[in-house]
C-alpha cells in the first residue's frame, strides 16, 4: 500500500510540475500590456448644496467610468431674526439657511422688567427720593423701585440795597416754597448833606 501512495505522491507533484512549465511564456513573447486609462473631463453629474455632497463623473475612451464626490458648500443664510431679551430669557439673533438649518448667536443679557403701571408708595420731593411699585407684564414679579429728588429748582429775585440795609439775592424754590438769601451787597449809607 506504501507503494501505491508513493506512486499516486509522484503522479502528483509532476501533474504540478507540469502545469507549471506550460503557464511559462516559452516563445519568450512579450505578455500583454496592462490598459492605461485615458480618461475624459470630469462632469458634474449632481451639484453640491449646503445639505449634501455632489457628485461628479469621468469615463475612459474604453467606456470605464470614475466617480468622484464633491464637497458640500457653505450654508446660504437668507432669514435673521432678532429676538429681544426679557426679565427672564436673553436675547439671540436666529440665523436660518434656505435649507431649514439654523443656528442661534449675538446672546444679549437679561432685559428689565416691563411694568406698564406704576403705583407711587411715596411722592419723592426737593430733597428726598421717592419710591414706586409696579407688577411685571412678562413675569409677573412686583417691582419697587426709588424715584430720584429732582432737588430744588430755584429761580431768584435781586433785593436792591437800601440807605441801611445790604441788598441780595433772594432765591425760591418754585416746588416747595423753600427760600434762601445770597450774593449780599452793603447799604449805599446816607446821602451826602451840603
Not at 506504501?2 to 516563445?27: G, H, P, Q
Not at 470605464?64 to 464626490?69: G, I, L
Not at 417691582?143 to 429775585?157: D, F, K, L, N
Not at 451787597?185 to 448833606?193: A, F, K, M, R, V
Request: charged letters at 20%.
Amino acid at each position: 500500500m506504501k507503494k501505491y501512495l508513493s506512486a499516486a505522491l509522484s503522479l502528483i507533484l509532476t501533474f504540478i510540475l507540469v502545469f507549471s512549465l506550460s503557464a511559462c511564456n516559452k516563445s519568450g513573447e512579450e505578455t500583454p500590456k496592462k490598459h492605461i486609462h485615458n480618461w475624459g473631463e470630469w462632469t458634474t453629474v449632481k451639484t453640491s448644496t449646503c445639505s449634501e455632497e455632489g457628485e461628479a463623473i469621468r469615463t475612459c475612451e474604453c467606456g470605464d467610468t470614475e466617480t468622484h464626490p464633491l464637497v458640500m458648500v457653505a450654508h446660504s443664510i437668507d432669514s435673521k431674526v432678532v429676538t429681544e431679551p426679557t426679565c427672564l430669557a436673553v436675547g439671540y439673533t436666529t440665523y436660518t439657511c434656505q435649507c431649514g438649518y439654523s443656528y442661534k448667536a449675538g446672546e444679549t443679557p437679561l432685559g428689565n422688567h416691563a411694568v406698564s403701571e406704576w403705583t407711587t408708595v411715596k411722592q419723592e420731593n426737593c430733597t428726598e427720593d421717592g419710591e414706586r411699585t409696579g407688577t411685571c407684564t412678562v413675569c409677573s414679579k412686583t417691582i419697587t423701585e426709588a424715584v430720584s429728588s429732582p432737588g430744588h429748582q430755584y429761580t431768584y429775585e435781586i433785593i436792591d440795597p437800601t440807605e441801611t440795609e445790604q441788598g441780595y439775592a433772594k432765591y425760591t424754590c418754585g416746588v416747595c416754597g423753600d427760600t434762601y438769601n445770597d450774593h449780599f451787597t452793603d447799604p449805599i449809607g446816607q446821602p451826602d448833606q451840603q
